[in-house]
Protein backbone atom coordinates (compact mmCIF):
# COMPACT_ATOMS: atom_id res chain seq x y z
CA UNK A 1 0.00 0.00 0.00
CA UNK A 2 1.61 3.25 -1.45
CA UNK A 3 0.25 5.58 1.60
CA UNK A 4 1.67 3.50 4.75
CA UNK A 5 5.29 3.52 2.05
CA UNK A 6 6.28 6.68 4.41
CA UNK A 7 5.87 4.32 7.44
CA UNK A 8 8.32 2.21 6.25
CA UNK A 9 11.33 4.73 5.48
CA UNK A 10 10.89 5.42 9.24
CA UNK A 11 10.80 2.02 10.33
CA UNK A 12 14.09 1.18 8.14
CA UNK A 13 15.91 4.45 9.42
CA UNK A 14 15.14 3.33 12.92
CA UNK A 15 16.15 0.17 12.58
CA UNK A 16 19.41 1.13 10.77
CA UNK A 17 20.43 3.88 12.82
CA UNK A 18 21.45 5.45 9.75
CA UNK A 19 19.77 7.47 6.49
CA UNK A 20 22.67 6.12 4.01
CA UNK A 21 22.36 2.76 5.48
CA UNK A 22 18.91 2.61 5.31
CA UNK A 23 18.85 4.13 1.36
CA UNK A 24 20.73 1.76 0.92
CA UNK A 25 18.13 -1.00 1.81
CA UNK A 26 15.12 1.31 0.67
CA UNK A 27 16.99 1.62 -2.96
CA UNK A 28 17.11 5.25 -3.04
CA UNK A 29 19.27 8.07 -2.65
CA UNK A 30 20.02 9.33 0.79
CA UNK A 31 19.40 12.88 -0.13
CA UNK A 32 16.01 11.83 -1.32
CA UNK A 33 15.08 9.35 2.15
CA UNK A 34 16.59 12.58 4.19
CA UNK A 35 14.14 15.01 1.76
CA UNK A 36 11.23 12.24 3.02
CA UNK A 37 11.94 12.75 6.40
CA UNK A 38 11.86 16.49 7.14
CA UNK A 39 8.76 16.32 5.20
CA UNK A 40 7.47 13.86 7.32
CA UNK A 41 8.51 15.84 10.28
CA UNK A 42 7.23 18.61 9.10
CA UNK A 43 4.28 17.45 8.69
CA UNK A 44 4.00 16.19 12.24
CA UNK A 45 5.52 19.55 13.68
CA UNK A 46 7.95 17.81 15.49
CA UNK A 47 11.45 15.78 14.76
CA UNK A 48 11.24 12.04 15.49
CA UNK A 49 14.96 11.59 15.48
CA UNK A 50 18.26 13.11 17.21
CA UNK A 51 20.66 13.98 14.74
CA UNK A 52 24.20 12.67 15.95
CA UNK A 53 28.11 13.06 14.73
CA UNK A 54 27.75 9.46 13.27
CA UNK A 55 23.81 8.20 12.58
CA UNK A 56 20.41 9.24 13.69
CA UNK A 57 18.79 7.93 16.70
CA UNK A 58 14.99 7.90 17.67
CA UNK A 59 13.99 10.40 20.34
CA UNK A 60 10.72 9.86 22.66
CA UNK A 61 8.55 11.05 19.54
CA UNK A 62 9.86 8.76 17.34
CA UNK A 63 9.68 6.00 19.37
CA UNK A 64 5.81 6.80 20.30
CA UNK A 65 5.31 6.95 16.12
CA UNK A 66 7.27 4.02 15.19
CA UNK A 67 5.10 2.31 17.47
CA UNK A 68 2.01 3.01 16.02
CA UNK A 69 3.63 2.24 12.67
CA UNK A 70 4.16 -1.06 13.76
CA UNK A 71 0.64 -1.46 14.73
CA UNK A 72 -0.35 -0.19 11.54
CA UNK A 73 1.44 -2.53 9.22
CA UNK A 74 0.85 -5.55 11.39
CA UNK A 75 -3.08 -4.49 10.89
CA UNK A 76 -2.58 -3.99 7.43
CA UNK A 77 -0.97 -7.54 6.73
CA UNK A 78 -3.99 -8.82 8.56
CA UNK A 79 -6.81 -7.26 6.93
CA UNK A 80 -4.98 -8.34 3.75
CA UNK A 81 -4.83 -11.96 4.98
CA UNK A 82 -8.14 -11.64 5.89
CA UNK A 83 -9.49 -10.73 2.59
CA UNK A 84 -7.57 -13.08 0.80
CA UNK A 85 -9.59 -15.97 2.79
CA UNK A 86 -12.86 -14.68 1.73
CA UNK A 87 -11.60 -14.92 -2.07
CA UNK A 88 -10.49 -18.69 -1.42
CA UNK A 89 -7.38 -17.98 -2.04
CA UNK A 90 -4.71 -18.63 0.87
CA UNK A 91 -2.09 -15.66 0.89
CA UNK A 92 0.24 -13.69 3.59
CA UNK A 93 3.29 -14.68 5.00
CA UNK A 94 4.15 -15.97 8.04
CA UNK A 95 7.25 -14.42 9.98
CA UNK A 96 8.34 -16.73 12.82
CA UNK A 97 11.48 -16.00 15.11
CA UNK A 98 12.60 -19.11 16.42
CA UNK A 99 15.08 -20.63 18.93
CA UNK A 100 18.18 -22.38 17.20
CA UNK A 101 16.92 -25.69 18.92
CA UNK A 102 13.66 -25.06 17.07
CA UNK A 103 15.15 -24.69 13.31
CA UNK A 104 15.57 -28.67 12.89
CA UNK A 105 13.50 -31.01 10.91
CA UNK A 106 10.33 -30.67 12.48
CA UNK A 107 9.09 -27.02 12.04
CA UNK A 108 10.88 -27.60 8.41
CA UNK A 109 8.24 -30.13 7.66
CA UNK A 110 5.59 -28.11 9.35
CA UNK A 111 6.71 -25.29 6.74
CA UNK A 112 6.41 -27.20 3.95
CA UNK A 113 3.34 -29.13 4.84
CA UNK A 114 1.49 -25.56 4.96
CA UNK A 115 2.99 -24.51 1.73
CA UNK A 116 1.86 -27.87 0.23
CA UNK A 117 -1.82 -26.52 0.62
CA UNK A 118 -1.12 -22.55 0.75
CA UNK A 119 1.26 -22.45 -1.70
CA UNK A 120 0.54 -18.61 -1.68
CA UNK A 121 1.92 -18.05 1.48
CA UNK A 122 5.64 -17.29 1.64
CA UNK A 123 7.74 -17.60 4.92
CA UNK A 124 10.37 -15.70 6.96
CA UNK A 125 11.95 -18.16 9.66
CA UNK A 126 14.71 -16.21 11.51
CA UNK A 127 16.97 -17.79 14.34
CA UNK A 128 16.85 -15.77 17.45
CA UNK A 129 18.28 -16.66 20.80
CA UNK A 130 16.22 -17.19 23.59
CA UNK A 131 16.55 -13.23 25.01
CA UNK A 132 16.13 -11.85 21.15
CA UNK A 133 12.62 -13.74 20.14
CA UNK A 134 10.51 -11.84 22.48
CA UNK A 135 12.56 -8.46 20.78
CA UNK A 136 11.79 -9.81 17.48
CA UNK A 137 8.16 -10.00 18.56
CA UNK A 138 7.85 -6.23 19.92
CA UNK A 139 9.03 -4.65 16.83
CA UNK A 140 6.93 -6.70 14.89
CA UNK A 141 9.75 -8.12 12.96
CA UNK A 142 8.00 -11.26 13.71
CA UNK A 143 4.23 -12.90 14.32
CA UNK A 144 5.04 -16.31 16.07
CA UNK A 145 7.83 -16.79 18.22
CA UNK A 146 8.98 -20.63 18.94
CA UNK A 147 11.89 -20.60 21.83
CA UNK A 148 13.48 -22.86 23.71
CA UNK A 149 14.09 -22.15 27.89
CA UNK A 150 13.17 -18.64 27.55
CA UNK A 151 14.70 -15.99 29.28
CA UNK A 152 11.78 -13.66 29.95
CA UNK A 153 8.07 -13.51 29.18
CA UNK A 154 6.69 -10.43 29.99
CA UNK A 155 5.33 -9.57 26.61
CA UNK A 156 5.02 -13.13 25.35
CA UNK A 157 1.09 -14.51 25.05
CA UNK A 158 1.81 -18.11 25.66
CA UNK A 159 -0.63 -20.45 23.27
CA UNK A 160 1.40 -23.61 23.97
CA UNK A 161 4.49 -24.89 25.79
CA UNK A 162 5.66 -28.53 26.24
CA UNK A 163 8.36 -30.26 27.94
CA UNK A 164 11.65 -31.15 26.03
CA UNK A 165 14.39 -33.65 27.63
CA UNK A 166 17.80 -33.45 26.15
CA UNK A 167 19.11 -36.09 24.71
CA UNK A 168 22.62 -37.38 23.77
CA UNK A 169 23.58 -37.90 19.95
CA UNK A 170 25.97 -40.49 19.12
CA UNK A 171 27.27 -43.12 16.46
CA UNK A 172 25.49 -46.58 16.94
CA UNK A 173 29.08 -48.09 17.79
CA UNK A 174 29.65 -45.63 20.58
CA UNK A 175 30.43 -47.43 24.20
CA UNK A 176 27.15 -45.72 25.28
CA UNK A 177 25.02 -46.19 22.24
CA UNK A 178 23.03 -49.24 24.37
CA UNK A 179 22.49 -47.55 27.36
CA UNK A 180 18.67 -46.63 27.92
CA UNK A 181 19.55 -43.36 30.08
CA UNK A 182 22.66 -41.53 30.66
CA UNK A 183 24.64 -39.61 33.34
CA UNK A 184 26.04 -36.61 32.86
CA UNK A 185 29.68 -37.48 34.03
CA UNK A 186 29.49 -40.43 31.47
CA UNK A 187 28.86 -37.92 28.60
CA UNK A 188 32.37 -36.08 29.96
CA UNK A 189 34.58 -38.38 29.79
CA UNK A 190 34.19 -38.57 25.90
CA UNK A 191 35.08 -35.42 23.03
CA UNK A 192 31.93 -33.44 22.93
CA UNK A 193 30.46 -31.76 20.17
CA UNK A 194 28.81 -28.51 22.02
CA UNK A 195 26.71 -24.74 21.29
CA UNK A 196 27.80 -22.14 22.13
CA UNK A 197 26.31 -20.72 25.77
CA UNK A 198 23.95 -18.51 24.10
CA UNK A 199 22.06 -21.90 23.39
CA UNK A 200 18.78 -23.33 25.83
CA UNK A 201 20.53 -26.55 25.54
CA UNK A 202 24.07 -25.89 26.51
CA UNK A 203 22.77 -23.34 28.92
CA UNK A 204 21.38 -26.37 30.99
CA UNK A 205 24.43 -28.72 30.58
CA UNK A 206 26.45 -25.59 31.64
CA UNK A 207 24.06 -25.48 34.46
CA UNK A 208 24.03 -29.14 35.64
CA UNK A 209 28.34 -29.18 34.99
CA UNK A 210 28.71 -26.91 37.85
CA UNK A 211 26.46 -27.74 40.29
CA UNK A 212 27.34 -31.76 39.49
CA UNK A 213 31.13 -30.60 39.40
CA UNK A 214 31.72 -31.73 35.90
CA UNK A 215 33.62 -30.37 33.30
CA UNK A 216 32.80 -30.45 29.89
CA UNK A 217 35.10 -30.67 27.37
CA UNK A 218 34.28 -28.91 23.67
CA UNK A 219 36.52 -30.72 21.04
CA UNK A 220 34.01 -28.28 19.12
CA UNK A 221 31.66 -25.39 19.47
CA UNK A 222 29.53 -23.75 16.62
CA UNK A 223 26.14 -21.41 16.44
CA UNK A 224 25.45 -23.51 13.57
CA UNK A 225 22.96 -26.06 13.39
CA UNK A 226 23.88 -26.54 9.80
CA UNK A 227 27.68 -27.87 10.93
CA UNK A 228 26.10 -30.05 13.23
CA UNK A 229 24.06 -31.76 10.76
CA UNK A 230 26.62 -32.06 8.66
CA UNK A 231 29.43 -32.89 9.94
CA UNK A 232 30.89 -36.35 10.13
CA UNK A 233 31.63 -36.95 13.81
CA UNK A 234 34.37 -39.06 15.12
CA UNK A 235 33.02 -42.26 16.27
CA UNK A 236 33.81 -41.52 20.19
CA UNK A 237 32.24 -37.75 19.48
CA UNK A 238 29.36 -37.38 20.97
CA UNK A 239 26.78 -34.28 21.01
CA UNK A 240 23.16 -33.08 22.62
CA UNK A 241 19.22 -32.04 21.18
CA UNK A 242 15.98 -32.21 22.35
CA UNK A 243 13.50 -34.64 20.96
CA UNK A 244 11.46 -32.62 18.70
CA UNK A 245 15.34 -32.94 16.40
CA UNK A 246 15.99 -35.96 16.30
CA UNK A 247 14.82 -37.29 12.81
CA UNK A 248 13.19 -40.17 12.12
CA UNK A 249 16.12 -41.77 9.77
CA UNK A 250 18.43 -41.33 13.07
CA UNK A 251 19.25 -45.18 12.50
CA UNK A 252 19.77 -44.86 8.63
CA UNK A 253 22.44 -42.43 9.69
CA UNK A 254 24.31 -44.67 11.67
CA UNK A 255 23.49 -43.23 14.55
CA UNK A 256 21.43 -43.25 18.15
CA UNK A 257 19.85 -41.04 20.56
CA UNK A 258 20.17 -41.67 24.44
CA UNK A 259 18.05 -39.29 27.12
CA UNK A 260 20.04 -37.70 29.48
CA UNK A 261 19.06 -38.52 33.19
CA UNK A 262 16.82 -35.67 34.21
CA UNK A 263 18.30 -35.96 37.66
CA UNK A 264 21.55 -34.65 36.09
CA UNK A 265 19.92 -32.40 33.34
CA UNK A 266 16.46 -30.73 33.98
CA UNK A 267 13.94 -31.02 31.37
CA UNK A 268 13.69 -27.73 29.02
CA UNK A 269 10.56 -25.92 27.96
CA UNK A 270 9.35 -24.82 24.49
CA UNK A 271 7.17 -21.95 24.20
CA UNK A 272 4.87 -20.96 21.38
CA UNK A 273 2.79 -17.38 21.19
CA UNK A 274 2.78 -14.04 19.96
CA UNK A 275 3.13 -11.07 21.04
CA UNK A 276 0.88 -10.20 24.08
CA UNK A 277 -2.27 -8.24 22.70
CA UNK A 278 -1.79 -8.53 19.53
CA UNK A 279 -3.78 -10.19 17.14
CA UNK A 280 -1.66 -11.68 14.06
CA UNK A 281 -2.47 -12.33 10.45
CA UNK A 282 -4.69 -14.88 9.04
CA UNK A 283 -2.16 -17.26 7.83
CA UNK A 284 0.31 -16.97 10.58
CA UNK A 285 -2.83 -17.90 12.80
CA UNK A 286 -3.50 -20.99 10.88
CA UNK A 287 0.09 -22.15 10.40
CA UNK A 288 0.59 -21.38 14.32
CA UNK A 289 -2.48 -23.83 14.80
CA UNK A 290 -1.10 -26.40 13.10
CA UNK A 291 1.96 -26.49 14.71
CA UNK A 292 0.84 -26.38 18.07
CA UNK A 293 -1.57 -29.55 17.12
CA UNK A 294 1.33 -31.44 15.25
CA UNK A 295 3.80 -30.77 18.34
CA UNK A 296 0.84 -31.46 20.66
CA UNK A 297 0.62 -35.22 18.88
CA UNK A 298 3.79 -36.33 18.42
CA UNK A 299 5.25 -35.11 21.36
CA UNK A 300 2.58 -33.94 24.22
Known sequence: MRHLLPYKYVEEIAKAGSIRKAAETLAITP???????????????????????????????????????RNQM???????????????????????????????????????????????VTFKVQQKFRGDVEKALIEHDA?????YEPMKLADFQTLFNIVQPVYCIMDKNHPLAKKKALRLYECAEFPLILTEKSWGVRNLLEQSAIRLGINLRAVIQTDSRGFLINYERETDQLSFDIQVNIPDNL????????????????????????????????????FLEQLTTEMAGRFG
Open 31 to 69: SALNRRLLSIEDELGVQIFERLPVGVRLNTAGEILLEHI
Open 74 to 120: SDMARVQSQIADLSGQRRGNVSIAASPELLGSFLAGEVRKYQAEFPG
Open 143 to 147: DIGIV
Open 251 to 286: DKRGMVAVPINTLDVPEGFVFIGHLKGRTIPVASAR
